[in-house]
């Protein structure tokens, strides 16, 4: 397998820090692109550096930050969300009616709690934040189920950085906040043992199949045996357990394929019988429904990185006047989100999500530097954080096409 490993260690922010930095707010630098950066990135498997022959990955420009700014603003609020939402799942395990409200569906209650109860491991999530260097980090979501820009945030900004700062156009003294890698192999290393790891996704979609040839590469170098296979390629067995084509049973599978999803089949109803290790584990379905916004809300009101939300059924939407971003409970890649400013649409995305109801939160618009509306992806691996990824669009509403741009600590 190919080498993601860095040669040498990196600079952690904990290590090697200047004495003096000059301090700078958040913001956007245009920079010279490397010359060799798509041959770079060919050697290093990023296949989906442009899609439909537009450009993804952009290093034109890349976010600066102040390494107060990581700490303070975006790592500690990270932690201290997590372990809300931890909270926010104990309780609606305890209230089918919360589960209902959340848009799950009742025959998969009875497996995400026994999944809570025993603890099941997760491995990762994206918590996606409104920041702009001024006041507290806003959640907008959590991606706590399939999140992707994954590979990007984790190894081609390292090795951008690393590059850059190699050719004299970012001081010596840049860093980056990023550990995803090394924390990825860490957590399968914690997991690994005896039987094989599956890993499935939609294959013939090319950013899934290639973030989760990244995850089974961490997966490997954590000590697992992996085999990769097409989500369709999956069955479900008389005996009420999951096997693959060739007619092994799958012991433990990471999928990058919402349980929303698995959940809309017929079969899925045979999943609580099944005997598999999944990752993410079930209950991340309770944290993957925005309906965890209001959730988060009413556990703790005036949170300073919590935005007021309210499911759109509940009178104190009134609350939130005529500012508000309305979100379908189960959404991808920013469709069905619906923007409203002094009353009026301010963007609207299409998309077939919506029949399980719909959130209110309220309106936090996305910090706009030359034109270009970014977001910051903060990660979380095993319950701790480990690094950013900003996204930035046109539009106000992050999409799939949405370019993905590096960032480095310079300050």
């Known amino acids: 397998p190919r080498r993601l490993w860095r040669d040498g260690h990196r600079i952690d922010r904990h290590l090697g820090r ?44 890349y976010y600066a930050f102040t390494l107060a700014e990581i700490e303070r603003d975006l790592e500690e609020p990270s932690k201290a969300l997590d372990d809300l939402c931890r909270l926010a799942v104990e309780q609606a395990v305890r209230d089918p009616r919360l589960m209902d409200r959340l848009g799950i569906p009742q025959h998969a209650h009875a497996l995400i709690a026994k999944s809570w109860r025993r603890n099941d491991p997760s491995l990762y999530g ?9 006041g507290p980090a806003r959640l907008l979501e959590y991606n706590a189920d399939t999140p992707t820009a994954l590979y990007e945030a984790a190894v081609f900004q390292w090795h951008w950085l690393e590059e850059q700062r190699k050719a004299g156009r970012l001081p010596k003294s840049a860093d980056q906040f990023n550990s995803i890698h090394e924390r990825l192999v860490g957590r399968f290393a914690e997991l690994a043992g005896q039987g094989l790891l599956h890993l499935t996704a939609v294959s013939r979609h090319i950013e899934d199949r290639g973030t989760t040839e990244y995850i089974a590469e961490c997966a490997r170098a954590g000590g697992f045996a992996t085999q ?33 999803w698995l959940y ?51 009178p104190r939407t009134a609350e939130l006047g005529d500012r508000y971003a309305r979100k379908p409970l189960f959404s991808r890649e920013g469709a069905n989100v619906t923007l409203v400013e002094d009353g009026v649409t301010l963007a609207s ?15 936090a618009r996305l910090p706009c530097f030359e034109g270009n509306h970014a977001v910051i992806g903060s990660w979380i691996i095993a319950g701790q954080p480990a690094g950013i990824g900003l996204r930035e669009d046109r539009s106000p509403v992050t999409r799939n096409s949405s370019r993905f741009l590096p960032h480095a600590i310079v300050g």
């Open 126 to 134: 994206r918590f996606d934040f409104c920041y702009d260097g001024h």
């Open 264 to 314: 809309a089949e017929e079969f899925s109803r045979g999943l609580a019988s099944t005997a598999t290790g999944f990752l993410e584990p079930p209950w991340k379905l309770v944290l993957s429904s925005k309906g965890l916004l209001p959730l988060l809300w009413e556990l703790s009101p005036g949170h300073p990185n919590l935005l007021p939300a309210y499911f759109e059924d509940d």
């Open 228 to 260: 990769l296979i097409d989500i369709a390629d999956i069955g479900l067995g008389t005996d009420g357990q999951l096997y693959d084509a060739e007619n092994r049973r799958i012991e433990r599978l990471f999928k990058l394929y919402p349980w929303e």
């Open 18 to 61: 200047p004495q003096q930095r000059r301090v700078v707010p958040m913001q956007r630098v245009s920079i010279g692109e490397r010359p060799d950066w798509q041959q770079r990135a060919k050697e290093l498997d990023f296949a989906f550096h442009s899609i439909d022959g537009e450009p993804y990955w952009d290093e034109t420009a």
């Open 349 to 363: 995305s299409g998309g077939c999500y919506g029949t399980e109801g719909f959130v209110r939160q309220a309106l």
